[in-house]
């Protein structure tokens, strides 16, 4: 049986809510509303200590994109991609890997010199190379979206559950963006029984207190 190291409202939510839609059986370690246990318990077993960190045996995974893939491959049947050969492999191969890749670090970076008080003129002009991604992935992922129901095409996949939380950053950083279809898929995958197992099994309290969103406070996601 899988063993995953969580800690709440972070990517590990992707690994439960896989689990929940294959429906297999797993181990969850973390300690309810207290990030800070939560965390060093993961720092006691594996020296990244981030979250996921996945247990299988004597193997450790502690990335997100490869855990799902890992976990679909081994003992998923190959539920919830695609394979090569059928329509949309292309796409999810590539929203699995950009979820992380490319779009988390640069929402990210983003948010944290945007919250920056001030910079000098040298450090604004380094600043400027990476403001406005937030916005640029937004785009993307909206337009992405126009004409079909997930980010693989017509089914949902493994690549929706990775880029829940980039399109929540994202979304989170450009308020009053419009993004209809962003908006629709988010609603259908969150309305899938999965992913309110997920929430009830890795959330049990809600949202933590001290999880209030990007880019503002320090426990963002990081
Ligand atoms: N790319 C990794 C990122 C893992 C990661 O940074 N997780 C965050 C929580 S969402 C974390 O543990 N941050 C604490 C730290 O970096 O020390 C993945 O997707 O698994």
Same mark, same amino acid.
């Given at each position: 049986?899988?063993?995953?190291?969580?800690?709440?409202?972070?990517?590990?939510?992707?690994?439960?809510?896989?689990?929940?839609?294959?429906? @297999?059986?797993?181990?969850?370690?973390?300690?309810?509303r207290?990030?800070?246990?939560? /965390?060093?318990?993961?720092?006691?077993?594996?020296?990244?200590?981030t979250?996921?960190?996945v247990?299988?045996?004597d193997?450790? $995974?502690?990335?997100?994109?490869?855990? =799902?893939?890992?976990?679909?491959?081994?003992?998923g049947?190959?539920?919830?991609?695609?394979?090569?050969?059928?329509?949309?492999?292309?796409?999810?191969?590539?929203?699995?890997?950009?979820?992380?890749?490319?779009?988390?670090?640069?929402? $990210?970076?983003?948010?944290?010199?945007?919250? @920056?008080?001030?910079l000098? #003129?040298?450090?604004? #002009?380094l600043?400027?190379?990476? =403001?406005?991604?937030?916005?640029?992935? $937004?785009?993307?992922?909206?337009?992405?979206?126009?004409?079909?129901?997930?980010?693989?095409?017509? #089914?949902?996949?493994?690549?929706?559950?990775?880029?829940? $939380?980039?399109?929540?950053?994202?979304?989170? #950083?450009?308020?009053?963006?419009? /993004?209809?279809? =962003?908006?629709?898929?988010?609603?259908?995958? /969150?309305?899938?029984?999965?992913?309110?197992?997920?929430?009830?099994?890795? @959330?049990?309290?809600?949202?933590?207190?001290?999880?209030?969103?990007?880019?503002?406070?320090?426990?963002?996601?990081?």
């Amino acid at each position: 049986m899988l063993t995953i190291y969580h800690i709440e409202a972070r990517r590990s939510d992707r690994v439960v809510w896989l689990m929940e839609e294959l429906g @297999l059986d797993y181990e969850l370690i973390f300690t309810p509303r207290d990030i800070h246990a939560s /965390t060093q318990a993961i720092k006691a077993v594996h020296p990244i200590g981030t979250a996921p960190t996945v247990r299988d045996g004597d193997q450790w $995974l502690i990335e997100s994109g490869a855990i =799902l893939e890992y976990v679909i491959n081994q003992y998923g049947e190959g539920r919830f991609s695609v394979k090569p050969g059928q329509p949309g492999y292309a796409q999810y191969l590539q929203w699995i890997h950009f979820a992380e890749g490319s779009a988390m670090g640069r929402i $990210l970076t983003e948010g944290i010199l945007a919250s @920056l008080p001030t910079l000098d #003129a040298r450090n604004q #002009a380094l600043a400027a190379r990476y =403001l406005g991604n937030a916005r640029r992935m $937004l785009a993307f992922f909206e337009q992405s979206l126009a004409g079909q129901e997930y980010f693989a095409g017509e #089914a949902f996949t493994a690549a929706d559950i990775m880029m829940l $939380l980039p399109a929540r950053v994202a979304q989170g #950083a450009c308020p009053g963006e419009a /993004t209809p279809n =962003l908006a629709a898929w988010s609603e259908r995958v /969150t309305a899938r029984p999965a992913y309110a197992r997920m929430l009830a099994r890795a @959330l049990p309290n809600g949202v933590p207190p001290t999880y209030q969103g990007w880019p503002k406070e320090e426990a963002a996601p990081s």
